[in-house]
């Protein structure tokens, strides 16, 4: 069986378990850590089973970490014109994902998938304790209609849901963008403001980390 033939059948039974899961079709009994393995499994799978990424994104990468690596300007050099238009943070962890891959004969694409599979999987994690913290162990789904069963764990069931969304599994496993990332840091600022921000530089915090995204990508600015 190809490659491309793994992640297209990959990337459709899990799109089918998601829709399922929304449609109330089932609701399993899984506990936090259950989820978090099941969401780095369905991200690890194609990342690995399908290296490349989408060509043009990967072949940006590969240059922009050669520049940095050689210590030239990302912004300037006419090699990355059009390459890289983002702010200063993204690029480090381009150019540390190549020195692996020369260092250990480890696929490129890969590496650099890598980071934002990772933030993702701490998404899910940011999404049950974040509905901990708003519904407790059961919430206002806890009471289904009749025939529908019911959420044991309204926390744990929204985790699964982003665990198992084809949309950021897409982005981050089968395209190797990094969006994860900046996403990753606008959500642990809203946490930190919601459930955080009456503290001693709670605030602050908040602030550093929604900067750090908009570092990554500008996009969290807004």
Known sequence: MSPALVGFIWIVAITAIYFAL?????RPRLGPATIVLLALA?????AVVLPSGAIFDME???IVADLVRTGQDVYTHPDAEGRHPYFPLQMYLMALARWLSLSYDVPFPLLVKLPPIMADVAITV???RAGRKLWGPAGPLASEPVGMPPVPDLAAFAALLYALNPIPL???AYHGQFDALPLLCA?????WLRFHGAAAGGQLVAGLLLG???LDKTWPAV
Do not use: C, E, I
């Open 187 to 191: 959500l642990l600022a809203w946490y």
């Open 126 to 128: 940011l999404v049950y």
């Open 212 to 214: 750090l995204g908009v």
């Open 170 to 172: 897409y982005v981050a």
């Open 42 to 46: 369905a991200r690890l799978v194609p």
């Open 60 to 62: 940006s990468y590969r």
């Open 22 to 26: 929304d449609l109330g079709q089932f």
